[in-house]
């Protein structure tokens, strides 16, 4: 139970903790608008879709003031890297940011859905109440303010009568205007953001995505109308709608029930939206900012499997093992940043990232980069860089554990690069202040020429282990995950061999996947005790195997063996 705490129930708190918050603000404001005497009159108009369309409205504007901060990357990143307001627990979620942010999207589309569904009905029935004939009390009601001295409950005020009537509110009230156009924001936001559409056409998800900006403008202004309307509290004291409601023939002709008066409620978004806006307001000023910091190119590697290498200089550029950087090349274009892990190690005087070759916009960058010509490139015709970063992920606190294990999946190895490099490093010069002791390291590729770039670099941890005694330090695996008959029928020939046929590692590469269970159960028996960190960067298939691993293999004694899972999330 312990360790499902630790991996998940901090988690589950802060989930439970928002659901709860999202339950209270839409029973509150239901019951603000469906019991007082305020609404009352408002209540005869347009039934119980007045409380459905405003508590959902309250919902809105609680996520809408969520939705920016967890894209606030350098106030996570300070947050994070701030020991005095931010335990490891607390770092463990602002890690999964991104899952968070996604969750108040789907929030915003579910409330959003209600709030539009329910004043659709507001619109009919103000429509019709206004047409209607005399007599009845919501046609009185709709003709209060067409007198001199009197005010307005039905914002409606013209004689048109539906559908026509319901398209002129939707196309000439503000907020008719302001609630298509948010609507129509959010839909293509949201639909666009699907992973499908993210891997295969990352440009349309980056500049839909941008569409936010009119999403939020819209919704400060969309209250500014004020058209759902209230008694005001001088008329309730003159007023008792629940007495004068029967006699609505009399009104202003009797002292006990004179003519009702109403005013709008005054717009209220922009109360729970300021703040976060200021906020990512001066995040886009700080990008801004280090966008135009000078970066140079210093070297351009390409590597087997569509793979290249940048190593980069810029003034002031500190980072931390396993952390990411955003990266733009207006050559290829003006507008959109890019993640990237960092590869290189904090030891270096450079730092590197190493691109995968899968889309237009990396497609162009290798271009850009020369790396499609076979002629040597020189430095000055290298495209211009902008960074921005870097920023703090869960690979960071792999040196607060004494035994991690690593698993990359394909090019999600990058993290690690980095995280192997500085262990190099480290124990190049002093690293008897380590508190790491032991590294289980697993890579997962389909194609045996992924693994060339990265061999180098176990190469020269494998024998730098071996020059200080230490060879037990590390521990790795490599799977190639997908081969043929002929491979596996030259994987066999030379399997003998003192090296690796593939990788030209002592260390035999494996054929399939790891049996998981397995693995976390040798583990678990070699650390008695300990605090294991798990660390992951590849798909979300993974990442739930592994999960549900570090919790089925941890005990529930406080003083046995737990697996922490951590998942790169940008």
Known sequence: MGNWVENEGLSIFVVLVWLGLNVFLF???????????????????????????????????????????????????????????????????????????????WMIALHTAIHTIAHLFNVEWSVQARVEEKGTLAAVLSGLGDKPKESYINFYRQTIANPIGGLYVAFTYLAGITGVVITLALILIITSSTKTIRRSYFEVFWYTHHLFVIFFI??????????????????????????????????????????????????????????PMFLYLCERLVRFWRSQQKVVITKVVIHPFKTIELQMMKKGFKMEVGQYIFVKCPAVSKLEWHPFTLTSAPEEDYFSIHVRIVGDWTEGLFNACGCDKQEFQEAWKLPKIAVDGPFGTASEDVFSYETVMLVGAGIGVTPFASVLKSVWYKYCHDATNLKLKKIYFYWLCRDTHAFEWFADLLQSLEAQMQERNNAEFLSYNIYLTGWDETQATHFAVHHEEEKDVITGLKQKTLYGRPNWENEFKTIAGKHPGSRIGVFLCGPEGLADTLNKQSISNSEADPRGVHFIFNKENF
């Open 218 to 275: 819209g919704l400060v202004i969309h209250g500014a109308g004020r058209i759902v309307r209230g008694q005001t509290a001088e008329s309730l004291a003159e007023h008792n709608p629940e007495i004068c409601y029967k006699n609505f023939t009399l009104w202003g002709k009797s002292e006990a029930c004179p003519i009702p008066q109403f005013s709008g409620n005054p717009p209220m978004t922009w109360k729970w939206v300021v703040g």
């Open 27 to 105: 029973w509150w404001y239901y019951l603000v608008y469906d019991v007082p005497p305020k609404f009352f009159y408002t209540r005869v108009l347009l039934g119980r879709a007045l409380a459905l369309a405003r508590a959902p409205a309250a919902c809105l504007n609680f996520n809408c003031m969520l939705i920016l901060l967890p894209v606030c990357r350098n106030l996570l990143s300070f947050l994070r890297g701030s020991s005095a307001c931010c335990s490891t627990r607390i770092r463990r979620q602002l890690d999964r940011n991104l899952t968070f942010h996604k969750m108040v999207a």
